[in-house]
């Protein structure tokens, strides 16, 4: 990270994926709009990884010079005569697996399952960004995809459009969003839905994205999503995100889970039928409060996401089952 990625501020993403499932391909077109004060530096400085080939960047309608390397984007200060601009960037590429995974062209059962886990600064593996996780900002996500695919992300959807062979679903998010919480799943989805009504009487909807076989399993695995969802909220106040949606994904990192804002990516062979992983639900759904409405500024704060998600479980089964003294 640049100390000038510390002077700018990103208040608004839009980005637009065309998934290429066969070849593994992403074409993408992000919008950044951000303020950047003109006194305090010379150079606006990007994260954005150097195998992803950008065809064009443009400031304010402008195209500019700019220099890719060491996987960052610099684009000279020079150039710019405003302290609020709109960075537009094409790009193309295959993203490289990074960390935990990063973003994973995959397949199950000769389906394909496209999905991402960007924590902690690999979400400019995909798409360019100020990978930082105090720099939270607002998110227009379109994802194009084969129409036989269902494709999520963060927020609330907000259309759904068909051409003669693909799919492009919108959603937007009404709350900031951290950039390792910006999330794509896209397969061949079964859907199952609920709702959470909180103690005001307002509904939030549940989406449970899982694959074709599980259904069954699945309403049994999230039945107490709800009930969750009240204990949380009458504990640390109400679910944060209520304008959106809370959400589960399937995908295939077999390790775990991860607490992507509104929509939980969930390892495929986490769906059993019995229950066996409430603890990482209501970990994860935790994380809506403590993670990603109240944030880390730096990484070394990590503990407190997980420290208090961690909690949650404890004082879950507490309100479930009561004390027991040993």
């Not at 990063?102 to 000769?110: A, L, P, T």
């Not at 804002?261 to 403590?290: C, P, R, Y």
Request: negative net charge; proline residues 4%.
């Amino acid at each position: 990270i640049s100390k000038n990625q510390y002077s700018i501020d990103v208040l608004h993403y839009d980005i637009y994926l065309k998934l290429d499932v066969n070849s593994k391909i992403i074409d993408g077109l992000t919008i950044i709009k951000l303020y950047s004060p003109i006194k305090d530096i010379d150079t606006i400085v990007l994260n954005f990884y150097d195998n992803m080939k950008i065809s064009s960047l443009s400031i304010n309608n402008t195209s500019v010079d700019f220099n890719q390397s060491n996987n960052k984007i610099f684009i000279p200060h020079k150039l710019i005569n405003s302290d609020t601009v709109s960075v537009l960037i094409k790009y193309h590429g295959t993203p490289k697996r990074v960390g935990l995974s990063g973003f994973v062209f995959g397949s199950i059962n000769g389906n394909s399952l496209v999905y991402n886990i960007s924590e902690p600064e690999y979400a400019s593996s995909w798409f360019p960004c100020n990978d930082i996780p105090s720099d939270k900002a607002l998110l227009d996500m379109r994802i194009e995809n084969s129409k036989k695919f269902i494709s999520v992300s963060n927020g609330k959807l907000i259309s759904e459009n068909e051409t003669d062979s693909t799919r492009i679903f919108h959603y937007k998010t009404f709350y900031p969003i951290s950039t390792y919480l910006i999330s794509v799943y896209s397969s061949e989805y079964s859907v199952l839905k609920d709702y959470y009504i909180t103690s005001q009487k307002d509904t939030l909807p549940l989406f449970y994205y899982v694959l074709p076989g599980q259904e069954e399993k699945a309403k049994i695995d999230f039945e107490e999503q709800p009930s969750m969802l009240r204990f949380l909220s009458d504990t640390f106040g109400e679910y944060p995100f209520m304008k959106e949606k809370y959400a589960v994904a399937v995908f295939l990192w077999q390790m775990g889970a991860m607490e992507n804002q509104t929509v939980t990516g969930l390892g495929s062979n986490f769906i059993t039928g019995k229950k066996f992983f409430n603890d990482m639900l209501l970990h994860e759904l935790a994380h809506h409060w403590w993670g990603n409405s109240v944030a880390p500024k730096e990484w070394k704060d990590i503990w407190l996401n997980e420290g208090f998600a961690t909690y949650s479980e404890a004082l879950y089964n507490e309100w479930k089952f009561g004390e027991t003294v040993l």
